[in-house]
């Protein structure tokens, strides 16, 4: 057959078949060339019915700016058919029209067949890979934000957990703080009390009054303690009150024996 200039693919010209298929009228015939975009394994001129098409018949490796007289696979993955030749102008090489990889009766449509298979098969190779690959950068995704989340988590446990030592340890202070200042100052609630040792009854009034409003005035530090202080106090200033009157009644004696003498 004869092929006339039809367009222009990957900066190469592409041909057409001018006669009609015999068991196909409606079936076009290309020589087209495809470069490296899918692959070296891609790259060189083809013949098919679709510039790029998953249906092809015949293969060249080959990367001259027009198709090569020779070096043809037929079919596309077989091996080098050298009885399948071209010829430029008018001329026809001897046995070319006896294999013809796109006018060929004999295996015409089981080469169509394989083709399509083998076409399929590379297909659902190609959509398998690309979601095996999908799959797992999606894992590789949910396992990063995993992680990430479980950073956060331990961060966070962490911070948390450091927050609690530094209250448990501002509540220790306190603690410590109080006790001591609660100590001093029954201390001191013992120390107002014993003023009133040497009390005598011409003194006892205002030495009791001072006593119990410095008593009174350290009393509510004592916090816990307070009421146990309290109770103390108040039997030191009764039993010294009663001492008083024991004083008292022991002088009136004693004058009374001085005025009978």
């Known amino acids: 057959g004869t092929f006339s200039l039809f367009?222009?693919?990957?900066?190469?010209?592409?041909?057409?078949?001018?006669?009609?298929?015999?068991?196909?009228?409606?079936?076009?015939?290309?020589?087209?060339?495809?470069?490296?975009?899918?692959?070296?394994?891609?790259?060189?001129?083809?013949?098919?019915?679709?510039?790029?098409?998953?249906?092809?018949?015949?293969?060249?490796?080959?990367?001259?700016?027009?198709?090569?007289?020779?070096?043809?696979?037929?079919?596309?993955?077989?091996?080098?058919?050298?009885?399948?030749?071209?010829?430029?102008?008018g001329q026809q090489q001897p046995g070319y029209g006896q294999q013809q990889a796109y006018g060929q009766q004999q295996g015409y449509g089981q080469q169509q067949t394989q083709q399509q298979q083998q076409m399929q098969q590379y297909q659902q190779q190609q959509q398998m890979q690309q979601?095996?690959?999908?799959?797992?950068?999606?894992?590789?995704?949910?396992?990063?934000?995993?992680?990430?989340q479980q950073e956060q988590m331990r961060q966070q446990q962490m911070q948390q957990q450091k927050q609690r030592e530094e209250e448990m340890a501002r509540q220790r202070q306190q603690q410590e703080e109080q006790r001591r200042v609660e100590q001093q100052a029954v201390m001191n609630c013992k120390q107002i009390m014993q003023k009133l040792g040497p009390a005598m009854p011409e003194n006892f009034d205002n030495l009791k009054m001072e006593v119990e409003k410095l008593f009174m005035a350290e009393l509510p530090k004592c916090g816990s303690q307070a009421e146990i202080v309290k109770a103390e106090g108040?039997?030191?200033?009764?039993?010294?009150?009663?001492?008083?009157?024991?004083?008292?009644?022991?002088?009136?004696?004693?004058?009374?024996?001085?005025n009978e003498r």
């Open 234 to 258: 108040m039997q030191i200033i009764e039993a010294t009150r009663m001492r008083m009157e024991q004083i008292k009644q022991q002088r009136a004696e004693e004058e009374r024996l001085n």
């Open 7 to 89: 367009g222009e693919n990957h900066g190469r010209p592409v041909y057409k078949k001018n006669e009609p298929v015999a068991n196909n009228p409606t079936l076009d015939v290309l020589i087209y060339f495809w470069d490296e975009r899918d692959g070296a394994s891609f790259c060189g001129w083809w013949f098919g019915p679709k510039v790029g098409g998953d249906q092809v018949w015949a293969y060249n490796s080959e990367r001259a700016m027009a198709p090569p007289p020779g070096g043809w696979r037929v079919p596309y993955d077989g091996a080098v058919d050298p009885s399948f030749v071209l010829a430029t102008g």
């Open 131 to 148: 979601e095996q690959m999908r799959q797992q950068q999606l894992q590789q995704e949910q396992m990063r934000q995993q992680q990430m």
